[in-house]
């Protein structure tokens, strides 16, 4: 698969893309066609194209590269989808029915009239720093596998590459926004589906088995373990860990993001963003059960071939681009470019409504869908491309880890106070919050986290992963708790 070949069907991608984007727009590009695709979408089509928001590239090549670690992981990722799959109902039957019920085009405006003014911006704030974080890391994802298999034969610095990928990406989204979207999700989740199917398919053809016979041997050989049962203080594998890291980071990354849920609340009614939920979740345990028997697929063919790379994260972009040949290669590019850039997409477009409603207070007043404003809304998705554009230089620069271990660690620091702030706002009506000692506190909630990640296990021999954004949102409640008063009886009335 030589480096011009790939490169060109690149620009045949993003020339659909940006097809598909001047169809969407043509006839309406104002800020509500932006940010909520003007209330109208189909819950099927967004369901289906969440699929590829919510996996991203990190699952594409990161989730089958852990599959054999060193650490021992397995099928182990599967039990954090389990505590997604327990998330997102949360979601679907507690969030989903107040954020329809306020008519929000900011799921953060809840937390003002919850919790006061302060408490609101931290929150909005929590998201920006969150999602330019986790969307830099996953678009750095595709970008060094580009790097690596495409620009380097042509000597471009990593940096070009970079811009390149962001300047693509916002030429489809900067007019029709949510609208285009919601059509170039469903089609890169095709994309995404298609290529893990098709993957299974050529490297059991490699493999000189049937879909039966491979389905046998993954069950058989030593990559299969799904339950982790023993260990638990040391052990970051275990069960109860993973399924309530799963399930809580669900919640914050998903439920308390204004990504994922601009997307919902762009429906016509809560029915059909809940039935959106549903069937979501069910495609995406199914999709993620594929993922794995791919990662196991794949170590099965680099011991019988005696591959090795450098990083586990490299182990299916070197197989599928260097050994499968040319059918299989842009599959793979294919699924990969789909997964992160209906990721990167959509979370450009959700930092931009949010800096709009949250900090410029667009639905406040004025008319929300005059000239300035649109103009304005321009000039902070172009800020925000920028920004993501720095994001993933440094962290080139400094990253030594796999990356989906880097988002999930970020994650338990940067949702765990979103959960603190919306639990007490939901749970508590009977106390104030201290509303102007609130950023404090969801500073100080992951600054303990951070130690008690470094020294649990000196401390109390036990050793936290995924369910440490538990903690953080406990430790951000308890802030909330002891800073807040009785709420007098005007102000409960």
Known sequence: MTPALLLSFIIGYFLVLLVISWLTSRKSSDNDTFFVANRNSKWYLVAFGMIGTALSGVTF??????????TGDQFAYFQFI????AGFVIIAT????LYYRMKLTSIYSYIEHALGTWSYKTAAGIFLISRVIGSAFRLYLVVIVLQKFIFDSYNVPFAVTVLICLALIWAYTFKGGLKTIIITDSLQTLFL????????????????MNVFE??????????SKIFFLNDFMSSRLHLTKQFLGGLFITVGMTGLDQDLMQKNLSLKNIREAQKNMFSFTAVFVV???????????????AAKYGITVEKTDYLYPTIALKYLGIVPAIVFMLGLTAATFATTDSALTALTTSFCVDFLNFNKSGDNNS?????????VHIAFSGLLFLTIIIFNAINDKAVVTAIFSVASYTYGPLLGLYSFGLFVSSRQVNDKLVPFICVLSPAVCYYLSNNSMALFGYKFDNELILVNGLITFAGLWLTSSAKTKEAMA
């Open 214 to 223: 491979a389905a046998d041997a993954i069950k058989n050989s030593s990559y």
């Open 371 to 379: 000239k300035k404003r649109i103009n304005i809304r321009h000039y």
């Open 82 to 85: 389990l505590g997604n799959a």
């Open 94 to 97: 507690v969030l989903l029915p």
């Open 287 to 301: 999709i993620n059960i594929f993922f794995l028997s791919v990662g196991a697929l794949l170590y099965m063919y």
């Open 193 to 208: 589906v298609s290529s893990v199917f098709l993957s299974i398919f050529f490297i059991c053809r490699s493999l000189n």
């Open 61 to 70: 090549i990161s989730v089958p590269g852990k599959v054999g670690a060193p």
